[in-house]
Nanobody
């Protein structure tokens, strides 16, 4: 069973940038779509972005379009999320996961598994 580990979170001022990484071990996820989600104590886990199995297709939630970019390097078994122009409302724990059940662009967390432990992103105003 593939295991995912997120990294790259931290504290940044509004307008700044962070790059999150999702690394797979114990297997490969190169043929599967991989998504990023985020969660705060006040909200349910919400979809952020997803990339198709071989990286040719991407989809984003409206709130991050034009600011976030998802990419993957299958040779390195990693998926990244470049986050620019960060806003305080982007503050959350960010998770990556593998989509094995739904269409490649699914935004439903129930279609994903192999969730990582999450990485905290805090954007100060």
């Amino acid at each position: 069973q593939v295991q995912l580990v997120e990294s790259g979170g931290g504290l940044v001022q509004a307008g700044g940038s962070l790059r999150l990484s999702c690394a797979a071990s114990g297997g490969t996820f190169s043929s599967w779509p991989v998504g990023w989600f985020r969660q705060t104590p006040e909200k349910e886990r919400e979809f952020v972005a997803v990339i198709s199995g071989y990286g040719q297709l991407t989809s984003y939630t409206d709130a991050v379009k034009g600011r976030f970019t998802i990419s993957r390097e299958n040779g390195k078994n990693t998926v990244s999320l470049q986050m620019n122009s960060l806003k305080p409302e982007d503050t959350a724990v960010y998770y990556c996961a593998v989509n094995r059940r739904g269409s490649w662009y699914s935004q439903y967390p129930g279609h994903y598994d192999s969730w990582g432990q999450g990485t905290q992103v805090t954007v100060s105003s």
